[in-house]
């Protein structure tokens, strides 16, 4: 298989197989996860893992995540201590990520870590990503299914919209219920809030009965030293300027709503409403495909209503400060 050719689309069901057998030859393969579609290669490859990078347009430094199919899977990978195995033990499968320790005989290449000695983990709750990483048997590394920089894919269109071409597969899955990236989690000695996301932070401050810390400021924004690349201010991001906290709409502005009151000039544009309902998860569930649908409508720029910061709204304003961010 090589770059360049068409991309195959294929219905998940009874899918596994054929992705494993693409992923076995160093094929690029996109599906879905509970989070949001992941573009995966296979793990110990380091020419899949490069292709993967090449057709993301992703900076090198930028680690990738392995996804295993269990808790057994990870621990050949990583090395857990107390802390992280009640996470995993209360959070797996799902849309949580842990960054620990590399595992002596660690098979994932150093491409994918991008040289540093820990490694991001997950286990995917999607039933579609665990029976390919059953069928495949290896660790899978799967950022999120864009073009680097772009906003992340939530049904298989986006992902065909993004890497047509450039990849082997995609398995369609139809849209993924969760809808922002999985938090990420830093297992050092005070355990860090890497990236929120569709774990809420409450959650796991419960189960490990202490604050989760978050990293200094000048980390994320040091392009050299990622902590989590993910962080690096301009991340997620629409064409069209976005302005947060909008109490009202201007005349070329398309709106992007939340919750059941709207604001002056609501009424005489394009809106799209996160969760009219004002639901955090639903509007978790809507945002990345919102984002795009206004981004390619006729309005100069979009406003985006207040949300709160709690719960998953901690995720959703993360992604909306990083769409915000002022472009060249
Ligand atoms: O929900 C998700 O996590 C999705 C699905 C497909 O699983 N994947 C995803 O991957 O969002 P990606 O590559 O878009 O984001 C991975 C993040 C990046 O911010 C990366 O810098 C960080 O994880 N990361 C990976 N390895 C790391 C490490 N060893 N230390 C710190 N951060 C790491
Ligand atoms: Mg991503």
């Known amino acids: 298989m090589k770059l360049g050719l068409n991309t195959a689309v294929i ?15 160093g094929g690029l393969v996109a599906f879905p996860t509970e989070t ?34 269990d808790l057994e899977a990870a621990q050949r990978i990583a090395r857990f201590d107390d802390r992280s195995l009640r996470l995993a033990e209360a959070f797996w499968p799902g849309p949580l990520t842990l960054v620990l320790s590399k595992a002596n005989e660690c098979p994932v290449s150093d491409l994918a870590t991008a040289g540093l000695e820990t490694i991001a983990v997950r286990v995917p709750a999607h039933p579609v990503a665990q029976e390919i990483l059953r ?15 772009h906003v992340s894919p939530t049904i298989a269109a986006h992902v065909l919209g993004d890497l047509d071409g450039r990849i082997d597969l995609i398995v369609d899955g139809g849209p ?23 774990l809420p932070r409450e959650d796991i401050e419960r189960v490990l009965g202490e604050k989760l810390s978050r990293p200094p400021e000048e980390a994320a924004a040091d392009e050299s030293h990622p902590l989590a690349p993910g962080m690096l201010a301009s991340h997620y991001a629409p064409r069209k300027a976005v302005r947060l906290n909008a109490r009202d709409v201007k005349a070329d502005e398309a ?30 569930a809507n945002l990345f495909g919102y984002l795009r649908e206004l981004d390619a409508g006729g309005s100069r720029a979009i406003a985006v209503m207040t949300i709160p910061d709690e719960g998953l709204g901690e995720a959703i304003n993360d992604r909306l400060r990083r769409a915000a961010v002022p472009r060249s």
């Open 176 to 198: 993924v219920s969760v809808g922002v990236e999985s938090t990420i989690v830093g297992c050092f000695e005070t355990p860090m809030l890497l990236r929120p996301g569709g």
């Open 135 to 149: 069928a495949f048997g290896k660790p899978v590394v799967a950022p999120s299914a864009n073009i680097s920089g």
């Open 255 to 284: 709106l992007l709503a939340f919750g059941p009151r709207m604001i002056s000039g609501a009424d005489k544009t394009h809106v799209m409403n996160l969760s009219e309902a004002g639901d955090l998860v639903e509007a978790a």
């Open 11 to 25: 219905s998940a069901a009874g899918a596994a197989d054929a992705a494993a057998r693409c992923l076995e030859g």
């Open 36 to 69: 949001v579609y992941g573009l995966g290669a296979d793990a110990t490859n380091a020419r899949a893992v490069a292709r993967l990078y090449e057709a993301k347009g992703r900076p090198a430094f930028n680690p990738l995540i392995a996804h295993v199919r």
